[in-house]
């Protein structure tokens, strides 16, 4: 089965410390991978994607993912964390084929970025 | 610039009653979904559609029904709620050029059900 894997319900870091929110995947074929943010009470916000080329993306506030075919891996990464980027993050895939090709999503890891 | 919203924010509804949650989105997108959120189990995905009156079946859709009569309305359904469907439900589009647009969320329905 389809699966995407993220290892910790929760990272806690310092902030100005780099942070990782790790990411793992079953998935047949070459599927496209998303990270997503959610602030409390609201939606789910697109953060960045890797879909073919480099392994690192740059995405939106300042936040990187490595991507690593070998491993299956899609870490989330930002070089120094902010307070404000406490929230909760989903790693999601989306296969190359099959149901209307719709996310699959990991179970999601708070972060907790303390000052 | 609306988006994608959903209606009502919050709702508190009984064993048996039926309950739809609406979805509205403003970008004429082809794809919609609607995904449930669960502590514990992400989110996963009840049903989608492709476009106007073409539906199909998500991870968990026993209990639901939808319809999308026009491209920018995608409803949900609860036809006899039961306590198992309390959840955060979550409506979502995508374009249907590239798949590896990323999808858009509303804010979300928080549904309780007594």
């Known amino acids: 089965a389809q699966s995407v894997a993220q290892p910790e319900d929760q990272v806690n870091v310092a902030e100005g410390n780099p942070l990782t929110v790790k990411c793992t995947y079953s998935?047949?074929?070459?599927?496209?991978l998303f990270w997503y943010v959610q602030y409390p009470n609201r939606g789910l916000q697109f953060l960045l994607k890797?879909?073919?080329?480099?392994?690192l993306v740059k995405g939106s506030y300042g936040f990187e993912a490595e991507f690593n075919k070998s491993q299956t891996s899609f870490h989330l990464k930002k070089p120094s964390a902010l307070v404000s980027d406490s929230a909760l993050y989903f790693c999601?895939?989306?296969?190359?084929?099959?149901?209307?090709?719709?996310?699959?999503f990991g179970k999601g890891t708070t972060l907790s970025v303390s000052s | 610039d609306a988006g994608i919203t959903q209606s009502p924010r919050y709702k508190i509804t009984e064993t048996g009653r039926q309950v739809t949650l609406m979805c509205h989105q403003t970008?004429?997108?082809?794809?919609m979904f609607w995904y449930r959120q669960d502590l514990g189990h992400g989110l996963r995905l009840i049903y989608y559609?492709?476009?106007?009156?073409?539906?199909d079946k998500g991870e968990v859709p026993d209990g639901y029904v939808v319809s999308r009569s026009k491209t920018e309305n995608f409803p949900l359904t609860l036809e006899s709620a039961t306590r198992s469907q309390t959840s955060v439900y979550f409506c979502?589009?995508?374009?249907?050029?590239?798949?590896?647009?990323?999808?858009?969320f509303g804010d979300g329905t928080r549904l309780s059900i007594l």
């Open positions: 979502a589009s995508r374009k249907r050029e590239a798949g590896n647009q990323p999808q858009h």
């Open positions: 998935v047949s074929g070459n599927p496209y």
């Open positions: 890797y879909i073919t080329g480099d392994n």
């Open positions: 999601a895939v989306r296969p190359p084929l099959g149901a209307g090709t719709a996310l699959i």
């Open positions: 970008w004429s997108h082809s794809y």
């Open positions: 559609s492709a476009a106007a009156d073409i539906t």
